[in-house]
């Protein structure tokens, strides 16, 4: 899933814990909601087709919506850093931040991400990167 690895990128680490946290919590009211629903959907509808077809329905709607929001979505910070995009990472990442790009916090940030970046490819050896 890349969900949590872009929510995981994105987040501040201050909170970062605590919103990958937050989304395994939504993945599993997800799974208890549509459990409640394939029941109701089987105690009041006796037709398979219909049995199938409306659980369907409902998720229909979600997915739908992320994958036209998915268009507006921006690369992440350390995704652009791993592909050697290190000004449009700064951009990026100020954005995300709703700071100015030269505001010394971003800048702290970025130089992270940059030293992990780094390592992260020293670790690897001579390894192609995907």
């Known amino acids: 899933m890349l969900s949590p690895t872009y929510v995981t990128e994105v987040a501040p680490k201050e909170v970062r814990g605590r919103i990958t946290g937050l989304f395994q919590v939504?993945?599993?009211?997800?799974?208890?909601?549509?459990?409640?629903i394939v029941y109701g959907v089987?105690?009041?509808?006796?037709?398979?087709?219909?049995?199938?077809?409306?659980?369907?329905?409902?998720?229909?709607?979600p997915v739908g919506l992320m994958f036209i929001l998915l268009f507006f979505y921006r690369e992440s910070p350390r995704w652009l850093a791993r592909h050697n995009q290190e000004e449009q990472s700064l951009t990026n990442l100020a954005w995300f931040r709703?700071?100015?790009?030269?505001?010394?916090?971003?800048?702290?940030?970025f130089t992270e991400i940059l030293a992990t970046v780094k390592e992260e490819r020293e670790s690897r050896g001579p390894l192609r990167q995907c």
């Open 26 to 36: 939504c993945l599993t009211v997800g799974i208890a909601i549509s459990y409640w």
């Open 42 to 61: 089987n105690l009041h509808f006796g037709t398979p087709t219909q049995q199938w077809r409306i659980p369907m329905g409902f998720q229909v709607a």
């Open 98 to 109: 709703k700071l100015p790009v030269d505001d010394p916090r971003v800048g702290e940030e």
